[in-house]
């Protein structure tokens, strides 16, 4: 799956997140917003909840996967994430 198919999906997704699992913002970032995936990429997803729960991180993490059918990880934005990591991916997000 390429960078524009991904964030098709997730276009027509963008509400059934925000329902379902309280999806506040959604970016795409990592190798794939850079166009460098390669076979062994995950797919990098940086968002923001309503109301983050580890159940609701887990159950967006699956439904992912499986409509994505790649490997992917999440850094749910928040308090917890440094200045220095938030700079090095801020420049490559594509919120949806």
């Not at 996967?65 to 928040?78: F, M, P, Q, T």
């Not at 440094?82 to 949806?96: A, G, P, Q, T």
Request: proline share 3%; net charge negative.
């Amino acid at each position: 799956m390429k960078k524009d198919e991904i964030i098709n999906v997730l276009q027509k997704d963008k509400q059934y997140l925000k329902e379902n699992y309280g999806v506040v913002t959604i970016a795409l970032f990592g190798s794939y917003a850079k166009g460098l995936e390669n076979p062994e990429s995950d797919v990098d997803f940086f968002v923001e909840f309503n109301k983050p729960s580890y159940s609701i991180l887990m159950g967006l993490y699956s439904y992912l996967e499986d409509k994505l059918n790649s490997k992917i990880e999440i850094v749910r934005k928040g308090p917890h994430i440094s200045d220095r990591f938030f700079n090095s991916i801020e420049k490559d997000l594509i919120y949806v």
